[in-house]
């Protein structure tokens, strides 16, 4: 328990008072307030929402770094193999496990249509069928044929768009487990019980919007009738809060 005095609050509050200009003086007269002064006691946040604010600041920052990423990889991937853009989904967990095994057309060339299979098949985390493998490694050596790179597969920039994919898929398994993390966390909180929201597996981001504003909205009138200061505080910890909610609507 402790209470926040507004500085000009305090210096009106110890006009009155004779007192020397001194740090310690003003600390001593500044205590002595509070015994004939009446303060609301200052509203403190739950741990639950220091940590959801963090959690969702930290991925944000993750998403930052992937975004840059993603531009220094697509600038080499335009001189090295540009067609696996157009093959591949950019932001999907396949497109960057091709990226490491094969940046450059050359390096596509020299190998079967079986062993490329083989290798996406290895390589990819999720589940991808031997049917998909094979049709996605068929559709590499076409492309592989028809390309025309603007660097040899020995260039120092081949190793560096590798780099920069793995960067991107650890960034990804990260910000995955942060949302779970997420998850865990709110799983009993009330205000994140949003299951219903969604209709036929796709999220209803309106009216998600509208009832969280709701609860919102009650939280924050029942604030203000013990403390009208607290407004500020209890905005700016929903505001991470509504965001981390959406992230983790947005991995169900």
């Given at each position: 328990m ?9 210096n ?11 740090d ?52 080499i ?42 290798r ?56 995955d ?61 929903f ?14």
């Open positions: 402790y209470y926040r005095v507004n500085p000009l609050e305090a009106i509050q110890m006009a009155s008072m004779r007192r020397q200009k001194t310690k003086s003003d600390a001593h007269e500044l205590a002595k307030t509070h015994f004939r002064v009446e303060r609301e006691q200052t509203y403190q946040e739950e741990d639950y929402y220091k940590q959801m604010r963090a959690m969702t600041r930290y991925y944000d920052e993750l998403s930052s770094e992937m975004t840059h990423l993603y531009s220094r990889l697509h600038a991937l335009q001189l090295s193999f540009p067609e696996l853009e157009k093959l591949f989904s950019k932001r999907s967990a396949l497109f960057l496990n091709v990226v490491q095994l094969y940046p450059h057309p050359d390096h596509v060339l020299v190998c079967s249509k079986t062993v490329i299979r083989n996406l098949k290895a390589n990819t985390r999720k589940n991808l069928s031997l049917a998909r493998a094979e049709e996605k490694g068929i559709a590499l050596i076409e492309a592989a044929k028809e390309a025309y790179p603007a660097i040899s597969k020995d260039d120092i920039r081949c190793e560096q768009v590798r780099d920069y994919a793995k960067r991107i898929a650890d960034l990804k398994e990260k910000r487990q942060l949302v779970q993390k997420m998850v865990k966390l709110s799983k009993d909180k009330q205000e994140f019980r949003c299951h219903e929201l969604k209709e036929n597996g796709k999220l209803d981001m309106e009216k998600t919007m509208s009832s969280l504003n709701k609860t919102r909205i009650l939280e924050n009138d029942e604030q203000k009738k013990t403390n009208p200061n607290s407004n500020e505080t209890f905005e700016l910890g505001v991470d809060s509504l965001k981390a909610c959406l992230y983790m609507l947005l991995l169900l």
